[in-house]
């Protein structure tokens, strides 16, 4: 599963507190299944509730909100797109520790479509699939969310390798 490392590099990166204090991010896959088509294919997708907790968070909520739904439209668009899924596709709850601080949790439906074929040689190649693009991408390579004047989140894309 390559999705649940991708939003924990992408929040990492986007949420100062976070790329001071990586270790308050914790992530986990639950309530997993493989789903396959009973064909010859190997192919699968994998489906499971991806849990991400934020503890002792002293930040904007807003923030988390803003880089999440920046990671979804690229990784999961069906859950802004979906009518049904959007109903129950994000959801979250709060624990308020203390005047200052929160423990987040965050809990998406996500899916991951896998492609395996055989080469002939007896070798099997795995695939992820990326998802379906309708739209345009979002495509600023720097953006900063904002309320009140006050600076929320930010993100960089990541200059890619030569």
Same mark, same amino acid.
């Given at each position: ?12 990166? +986007? ?13 986990? +896959? ?27 968070? %002293? ?10 739904? +920046? ?9 802004? =797109?979906? $009518? ?8 979250? %709850? ?26 002939? /040689? ?17 495509? =600023? ?11 929320? $989140? ?5 200059? /890619?390798?030569?």
């Amino acid at each position: 599963m390559y999705k649940p490392k991708s939003l924990r590099a992408h929040l990492k990166a +986007a949420i100062a507190d976070l790329t001071r204090n990586p270790d308050k991010l914790l992530i986990f +896959a639950d309530e997993g299944n493989t789903v396959a088509t009973g064909t010859n294919s190997l192919s699968f997708e994998y489906r499971y509730k991806l849990d991400i907790i934020i503890t002792d968070y %002293s930040g904007d909520a807003d923030a988390v909100m803003v880089a999440l739904l +920046a990671w979804i439209q690229i990784h999961q668009r069906d859950l802004l =797109d979906n $009518a049904e899924l959007r109903k129950t596709g994000i959801g979250f %709850s709060v624990d308020f520790n203390n005047h200052e601080t929160i423990d987040l949790s965050i809990k998406l439906a996500l899916t991951e479509r896998v492609v395996v074929k055989e080469t002939g /040689t007896g070798r099997l190649d795995v695939r992820h699939l990326t998802e379906p693009r309708h739209a345009p991408v979002y495509s =600023d390579e720097f953006w900063q969310a904002y309320t009140d004047g006050l600076l929320l $989140a930010e993100w960089c894309t990541p200059a /890619t390798p030569a």
